[in-house]
């Protein structure tokens, strides 16, 4: 999707901000093109600007100025907050539960509205007062990553086969060593791989180094030695798929899934992102602090990487010990 066509100016110039200045991924600023043409699309239905037999999705955002947003009230912003929790379509919920966005995708479209008007007040000059500046998001109830046991973990290994074996161990060992995203694993170049690291190049095409332990050089020493056998149509790309191209991120999902199954483990429960909170755990657990995590990780903020630190807190553990009812069975005191 192009949003230089489908935008109007002043949020074309908000994007190309994000793009060029911020250095977000083009993903990124794809999500923020989406968020606020759902808001400026909802503001024209709330304000009568179209007809009521307008299809939501054919609403032409192409009119919207700087008077249409500098008009926009909290009151507004609140009313399209309804609008997602109650009357939004949600494809991804199952029958009878097909209206409202979860708190998660809804706090994440209130971002892209407070980033929108911050830009216009605070960079951009357009607007002198920010109508969204006190606006509360909604509360997104926090839950711990899911991640495999290392036994799991060494099940998952072994249970790496096929006609590609050597690539797809190599990934998986990555993701569980490194700690790598998906489009980290997908858009890594042969020359990124030197003796003891690799060269990440993560959000916002931040780069980083990452060091590499003997499981991962061994792994990916025999993954380079079949691929020197392979004619690349993509030279640089380290992991090929089967048409000799860069492997692409579906096919990567697809592979962990079958290796999943194939370990014993289940598929519905675990993915190719929570090898990374896999990572990220056994790391944690097994004395690495959490700047040092965070820096692995590629993480922005630390409060992203402290999540991992509520996974198995010995601290708490031997809080749970000291309790004096610890040890009281109603059986032994009788």
Do not use: W
Request: proline share 3%.
């Amino acid at each position: 999707m192009d949003y230089r066509s489908d935008s109007p100016q002043i949020l074309r110039d908000f994007l190309i901000y994000h793009e060029t200045i911020k250095g977000h991924s083009s993903a990124t600023v794809e999500e923020y093109f989406l968020d606020m043409r759902m808001f400026f699309r909802y503001l024209k239905v709330h304000r009568g600007l179209v007809p009521l037999e307008t299809s939501f999705d054919d609403i032409s955002i192409s009119d919207v100025d700087l008077d249409f947003v500098a008009s926009v009230s909290i009151a507004e912003v609140y009313a399209f907050l309804g609008y997602l929790s109650r009357d939004r379509e949600n494809p991804s919920r199952g029958r009878g539960k097909s209206r409202g966005l979860s708190a998660t995708t809804r706090a994440r479209k209130i971002a892209a509205i407070r980033s929108f008007y911050k830009y216009l007040t605070v960079k951009a000059k357009l607007i002198d007062t920010n109508p969204v500046q006190d606006l509360d998001s909604p509360k997104v109830p926090r839950s711990l990553p899911r991640y495999l046991s290392l036994e799991e973990s060494q099940r998952l290994l072994s249970a790496v086969g096929g006609k590609n074996r050597e690539r797809d161990y190599c990934i998986i060992c990555l993701f569980l060593n490194c700690g790598l995203r998906i489009s980290e694993i997908v858009g890594l170049d042969v020359f990124d791989i030197h003796t003891d690291h690799i060269r990440i190049v993560g959000k916002g095409s931040k780069e980083r180094i990452v060091y590499l332990n003997d499981a991962c050089v061994e792994a990916i020493n025999n993954y380079l030695n079949v691929r020197k056998g392979i004619a690349a149509v993509d030279k640089n790309a380290l992991f090929l798929s089967n048409r000799r191209t860069r492997i692409s991120r579906e096919s990567v999902h697809k592979m962990v899934k079958k290796t999943l199954l194939k370990a014993g483990l289940d598929s519905s429960k675990y993915s190719a992102h929570k090898l990374r909170h896999t990572a990220a755990t056994l790391m944690l657990k097994n004395g690495v602090d959490v700047r040092t995590l965070q820096e692995v990780l590629g993480h922005d903020h630390l409060n992203t990487t402290q999540i991992y630190t509520h996974v198995d807190n010995s601290e708490l553990r031997i809080a749970a010990a000291a309790n004096p009812l610890g040890k009281y069975s109603p059986k032994k005191n009788k």
